[in-house]
Structures are given as C-alpha cells and as structure tokens.
C-alpha cells in the first residue's frame, strides 16, 4: 500500500487540505460506487493551526503523526525518505500579499525542502502539487526542471480542467482554432488562475501542440466593452460560451426569465469592473479570458473550430459545497500519479499558466500594457486522449 505524506498550509473545514486529504482517508464517489485508494496517508506537516484546525484530530483518528518540519514527515521521524509519495497543497492560510495581488503561498518553499530529502537520501518520489507551481514563474520552472532532473512525475494545477463538463465535449486533438473565449468568475490570482488553466486545457489540443506564450494584456473596465466592440475579443463566442452557464444573474435572478445577456444590455449593467485577459500564443493563435463578476457564477468555454458552421462551447461543472465533488475529479488523477509514478498530463500546462497569469498581472500592475513574454516559450503536447471527467 503507497505511503502518502500531506505537506499543507492549513487543514481545516473546506481547504484544499481538507478536501484532497480526506478523499484518501476515507475514500470517495467515483464511477457509481464507493472508491477507497488503496493507499495510506502516514505523516501530515502542516504550517498554521489556526482556529477549526482538523489537523490534529484527523490525525487521531485516522492513526498517523504530526510533525514539526516537512523533513520529518516525509522521513516519518526515521533518517531517511519513508514515504512512498508526496500530497502537497500550499493553498488557503494567512500570507503576505504582493503588488500584483498574489498571496505568496510557500509552494515553492515546500517543494525544494521535499528535494533536498530526495536528494540527500537518494531516492525520489511523486509529488501532486495543488494550483500553480508557484507565484513566480522563475521558481515554478525550477521546480519543473528538478522533477525532470531528479526523474519524479510531478503533476500540478487545479480541478477546473478534470470537473465534469456540460455538454461533454472535448477540441479534438490536433484541430485548427480560430479563436477562443473563456468566461470566469471570482478574485484575481487565485480564481483568475482556475479560468486560465480551464482555458488552456482546450487550446492545448490545437494542431501542432502547445507553443508558449508571446505576449499578454490584462485590461479592465470600460476598455473590455471598448475591446469586444472593436473586435478585439469575439460577442460570438462570448454569446456561446454565455449559453452554456446556468446561473445568469440580473433579470433571471428577479423573476426566473431566461436572457440574451448581451443583446439585451444585461451584462454591461451587472458587471460592474469586468477584466480582459489577452493572451496570444507563439504559433499566433489567440485567446481571452473576460472575467465577468456579477453576471453569472460558473466557468464557461467556447471556441471556433476552422471549417465548423457551429461553436463549441461548455460549462465547467462545479458541484457545490461542501462535498465539492469535483475535487474528486481531481483526486483521481492524484491517484494515478501516485500509483503508475507517471502524470496523466504535463506540468508544463500549469507551468504556462503559473507564468502567463504573472505576466497578466504585471500588465495591470503597469497599466495594462501590452507584454512581450519571450520566457514563457513552454512546449509540449497534450495528451491525446480526453482528460477530463466523462459523463
């Protein structure tokens, strides 16, 4: 049975902790039936304990240590690397934030104290990072680069990408794209982060593979209308991606009528400081990300495929709390990871999109400049087969 060590920021009711920890624990819903991974969580380290902090009772309960470093508990209190891999979710937890609005979680922190036990002790194992690498894309690329160096499949990113869609729909791999538009919802960094990774998942599967990114703006306000009217972003795909989501605000809030949310003028009114994230790739494809707040409450797609007369477009379906049972999704891909040693899909996706949403927010931070981003040149290929959680 795997021997999992959980390295967090916080364990209490309804963090990332919380949910992926305790799916291991206890198991989860998966396919029909009931799913308990045959594998065991032996050592916890987390970094606060502040009120509501389940640490310690988990840990009673569930028959596993505490301990006071991370060393310790991937060592399990002996002198070498007890564990057979590494659960760690630097998300949620009291820490500074920086000009750019990012919370400066210890990812990266956690992470090469992890690499300095497999390096001292000789031997490496899996690590499921939780969101992005790291706020800062030189650190998330350094950790990339030790996964690769010290030869340990390293999986990252949040659940959006994996959750159930409606309709169930995939871009075909290999497809010619002419544009695509991502609608978001929530705060800057931490959910902007979940409606880019969204994002990238679909456009990862154009034909020739994934590129890297070459520039990036990030503009708010008026300008996003401003943009849409000049064409800058797509009202066609918008209306397609806006045709997926169930939760319209506004007039079907009041009185249960559905709407063209655009046409009718609806979306400028509810949304009061809407954001436009430009993101054009090396090969010269392009994509926007609007985070609309106030208008609807979930995480829609649309696309344009050459040579089709119709849009695709889905939902990116979140279960509510407190089961959130997407996490689940994502627990899943851990499992794998875990168990076959090998991610499903690439850290390079979260790579791009750690880096890519750090250069949107020097774009803000700047004025909402166009950037020219010459380091985000990340290549690699999607895997062929569907990724995400079938119906």
């Not at 979710?89 to 690499?115: A, M, W």
């Not at 991502?182 to 599967?205: F, I, K, N, T, W």
């Amino acid at each position: 049975m795997k021997r999992i060590a959980v390295i967090t920021t916080i364990y209490r009711y309804l963090t990332h902790a919380q949910h992926f920890a305790d799916r291991f624990l206890l198991g989860y819903p998966r396919e029909g039936r009931w799913h308990r991974p045959k594998m065991k969580v032996v050592s916890l380290y987390v970094d606060q304990k502040p009120e509501g902090d389940q640490s310690e009772d988990r840990a009673r309960e569930f028959g596993f240590s505490v301990y006071p470093t991370i060393a310790d508990a991937l060592r399990c209190g002996t002198d070498k690397l007890a564990v057979d891999a590494v659960l760690l979710i630097g998300e949620h937890g009291t820490y500074p934030i920086n000009e750019l609005s990012q919370v400066l979680y210890p990812r990266y922190d956690f992470f090469k104290e992890c690499v300095n036990v497999f390096e001292e002790d000789g031997r490496a194992v899996p690590i499921f990072n939780d969101k992005h690498l790291s706020y800062s894309f030189d650190k998330a690329k350094e950790m990339v680069d030790d996964a690769h160096r010290l030869g340990f499949g390293l999986l990252a990113g949040s659940s959006l990408p994996v959750t159930w869609r409606l309709p169930d729909v995939d871009i075909p791999i290999d497809s010619e794209l002419e544009g695509a538009v991502m609608v978001g919802v929530g705060g800057s960094d931490p959910m902007d982060y979940h409606a880019l990774e969204a994002m990238q998942c679909m456009v990862e599967r154009r034909k020739g593979g994934e590129t890297g990114v070459a520039a990036v703006q990030l503009i708010d306000g008026d300008k996003v209308w401003k943009a849409g009217e000049e064409g800058r972003w797509s009202m066609e795909l918008l209306e397609a991606a806006l045709s997926r989501s169930d939760t319209p605000c506004g007039l079907t809030d009041e009185d249960g009528r559905t709407q063209n949310m655009i046409a009718n003028g609806e979306l400028q009114r509810l949304v009061e400081n809407p954001a436009a994230y430009f993101i054009e790739y090396n090969d010269g494809f392009q994509a926007t990300l609007l985070m609309l707040n106030g208008a609807v409450r979930d995480y829609c797609f649309a696309a344009k495929l050459r040579n089709e007369t119709t849009m695709l477009s889905t939902q990116f379906f979140l279960t509510p709390t407190p089961n959130v049972t997407y996490s689940a999704c994502l627990v899943s891909k851990i499992e794998e990871l875990f168990e076959t040693g090998v991610a499903p899909y690439p850290a390079e996706r979260t790579l791009l999109v750690s880096g890519t949403l750090e250069s949107c927010l020097k774009s803000r931070h700047q004025g909402n400049v166009r950037m020219e981003t010459p380091h985000l040149k990340v290549a690699y290929r999607a895997p062929t087969e569907s990724q995400h959680t079938q119906m």
